[in-house]
Nanobody, 125 residues
Framework: QLQLVESGGGLVHPGGSLRLSCTAS????????VAWFRQAPGRAQEGIAC????????NHASSVKGRFTISRDNALNTVYLQMNSLEAEDTGVYYC??????????????????WGRGTQVTVSS
């Protein structure tokens, strides 16, 4: 069974950067597209980025495009989310998932095989 563990969250000032990691165990992550979702207090869950199994394509939500970049290293069974120019609105719990990744359009929690437990990101001065 595929298990996902997120890491790299923390407290950062506005304008700062963080890199989140999503590391898999149990099965090879290369068999799955991976998406990052976030849950902010009082807001709907949002799919923010996803990457295909090989990394041939990525999809980023408009709210993070140009600031966040998803990537993967299948040899390390890990997917990354580089987050730059962080804003207070980026605060929330970030989850990685194994499942699908649309090439365009909204990233929805459909057809997900596994969720991680999440990592907290807090952007505050």
């Amino acid at each position: 069974q595929l298990q996902l563990v997120e890491s790299g969250g923390g407290l950062v000032h506005p304008g700062g950067s963080l890199r989140l990691s999503c590391t898999a165990s149990g099965l090879s992550l290369s068999n799955y597209a991976v998406a990052w979702f976030r849950q902010a207090p009082g807001r709907a869950q949002e799919g923010i980025a996803c990457i295909s199994r090989s990394g041939a394509y990525t999809n980023h939500a408009s709210s993070v495009k140009g600031r966040f970049t998803i990537s993967r290293d299948n040899a390390l069974n890990t997917v990354y989310l580089q987050m730059n120019s962080l804003e207070a609105e980026d605060t929330g719990v970030y989850y990685c998932t194994a499942g699908g990744c649309p090439q365009t359009g909204r990233i929805l929690p459909i057809g997900i095989d596994s969720w991680g437990r999440g990592t907290q990101v807090t952007v505050s001065s």
